[in-house]
């Protein structure tokens, strides 16, 4: 289990700490800081559900749409135990963000149901999500605000989303959710999307230090999609993985792991815990071994001011959420620490996201090839373009991503005016 994680501050406040340091930088208008701030749109719904006992169970869904500014609203829904309000609140700003720092045409959302994923079948699973949906229905849409998989759902959560939207507006209408299975309007590379932009952007790193990827060790915390695909093409194309954990424990070989036999264990054991290739260690210690490049993929706060002095990789690459606090960023910049911010490392999955909604709505298909290439495109430009920021301002990474991605939104707001 992931050791107390200190939480420091709750997502909507670490972003509001991080937005008001890169806001002040800006000169940003007040009034415009205020707006930025503050979500558009915050719907709360309650679902009841027919559980498979018989008994009628009520949970709590939320959607938050932060900014329009830019497009329709984007961004993920997430099952869980944990899920409040105020963490998609902040969620759905970060989408803004992120969104904008890759500078595709959409705003930020992003939703969640409040739920016990690992006590329900797939049957409760199926109806929470249908009649989420169903509740939610006049506010997302293709041109309105587009869904897609975060933690606990997957291709199968967007088929149901797909088809609930679908037969309530008597169309098929696969662009309602992107991160759907390929045979449904899905796109090639999406399911590899985030994790590819994790590699892509650590690459760009890795030439900025000159540092080749053989003698490149890495460590992945978490292996759900994001880690698990990172770990793979990280291996494929050359990087030493030395340690993964996953949220029951972890495997850590200081001369690199036999990545293709740790997936198939994984995928038989629901786990990496217990692999033989390696000794075993904790999802927690993991993240104070010796490497040198660090990629959380689990969760948020997991790198805080308790540990962030033992952190010993010389590169972040924020494949999670929110996986570092803002005292924590602070403490790792002083230690000369590179750290690629969520916004940018994490944002290849919402860029494929966006290619698989133009794909829909042209309802013409690209090879992975293509999709690859022009995520590529993307992603190296996004870093080149927070470098720069970066310099310009002297401001760590993190706050060089806020300030492009701010200064972008803002920038279209003031062209769009205050409809009154
Ligand atoms: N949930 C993912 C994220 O946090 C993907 C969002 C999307 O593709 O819309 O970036």
């Known amino acids: ?66 900014s329009i500014a830019r497009g329709p609203c984007k961004g993920g829904v997430r099952f869980g135990s944990q899920v409040t309000l105020d963490e998609i609140r902040g969620l759905a700003a970060e989408m803004t963000w992120k969104c904008a720092v890759v500078n595709i045409p959409f705003g930020g959302a992003k939703g969640g ?95 900025r230090f000159g540092r080749e990827k053989q003698s490149t060790r890495v460590i992945v915390q978490g292996f759900g999609n994001v880690g698990s695909q990172a770990a793979r093409l990280m291996h494929e194309s050359g990087y030493k993985i030395i340690g993964v954990a996953d949220i029951a424990g972890g495997v850590f070989n200081p001369h690199g792991l036999d990545i293709p036999a740790l997936l198939e264990y994984a995928n038989k054991n629901h786990s990496v815990q217990g692999f033989s290739g390696g000794e075993s260690i904790t999802n927690g210690d993991i993240l104070e071994q010796d490497c040198d490049v660090l990629l959380p993929a689990a969760t948020e706060s997991v790198i805080n001011s308790k540990n962030a002095d033992r952190i010993k990789a010389r590169i972040l690459v924020e494949g999670a959420n929110s996986p570092t606090t803002p005292p924590a960023d602070q403490i790792l910049f002083d230690r000369g620490v590179f750290v690629i911010p969520d916004i940018l490392a994490n944002a290849g999955g919402v860029t494929v996201s966006y290619f698989e909604w133009v794909q829909d709505r042209e309802g013409y298909f690209w090879t992975e090839q293509v999709v690859n290439e022009r995520l590529h495109a993307i992603m190296v430009s996004a870093f080149e373009q927070v470098a720069a920021y970066g310099e310009k301002y002297n401001v760590n990474n993190r706050i060089a991503a806020y300030m492009l991605a701010i200064d972008r939104v803002a920038f279209s707001l003031k062209l769009r005016g205050i409809y009154a």
């Open 113 to 207: 149901v409040a739920c016990d994923v690992p006590n329900l079948s797939p049957g409760e699973l199926e109806r929470i999500t249908r009649r989420y949906t169903a509740e939610i229905l006049d506010y997302i849409g293709p041109e309105r605000d587009v869904p897609a998989p975060d933690m606990n759902t997957n291709e199968q959560t967007m088929a149901w989303i797909m088809d609930t939207y679908s037969m309530h507006v008597r169309h098929t209408t696969t662009a309602v959710v992107t991160g759907k299975p390929i045979d449904l309007g899905g796109s090639k590379g999406r399911r590899e999307a985030t994790g590819r932009g994790c590699m892509m952007t650590c690459d760009e790193a890795l030439k």
């Open 1 to 66: 289990m992931i050791e107390a994680i200190d939480k420091e501050l709750s997502i909507f406040e670490s972003m509001g700490a991080r937005f008001d340091i890169a806001a002040r930088k800006l000169n940003l208008d007040p009034g415009l800081e205020k707006y930025l701030r503050t979500p558009n749109r915050e719907i709360i719904v309650h679902i009841p559900v027919t559980m498979d006992n018989g008994r009628l169970e009520v949970f709590d869904g939320f959607r938050v749409q932060h």
